[in-house]
Nanobody, 125 residues
């Protein structure tokens, strides 16, 4: 299993950015996918999760209404569209796959066995 996140950048507050995650080594149809982030000096925190077919989606309260998670299983890609970015969104963003096949949305970091290398998102004027 391999996950590769990309698309991070330096953006101004209020702007938008999309980060992407490419997967390989397993069938994406069987697994939900999550996005987490980690700011300097902070714990890695849940951002969003998407079901295996892309219908079920959940978000943390801090990003709900601004971020949208999506996926394209044919391309083996998962995306996180981030709108109305704030300085507090600055973090390294990680995509992750749970250890178990889909039984419902999972937010706990401990449930995720595979992680991408992270992509830096910096929101600053």
């Amino acid at each position: 299993v391999q996950l590769q996140a990309c698309g991070g950048d330096l953006v101004q507050p209020g702007r938008l950015l999309r980060v992407s995650c490419a997967s390989s080594g397993y069938s994406p149809d069987n697994y939900g996918m999550g996005w987490f982030r980690q700011a300097p000096g902070e714990e890695r925190e849940f951002v969003a999760v998407i079901g295996r077919r892309g219908v079920i989606k959940e978000y943390s309260d801090s990003v709900k209404g601004r971020f949208t998670i999506s996926r394209d299983n044919a391309k083996r890609m998962v995306y996180l569209q981030m709108n109305s970015l704030k300085p507090e969104d600055t973090a390294v963003y990680y995509c992750a796959r749970p250890s178990s096949t889909w039984t419902g949305p999972v937010r706990a970091r401990s449930a995720y066995a595979y992680w991408g290398q992270g992509t830096q998102v910096t929101v600053s004027s």
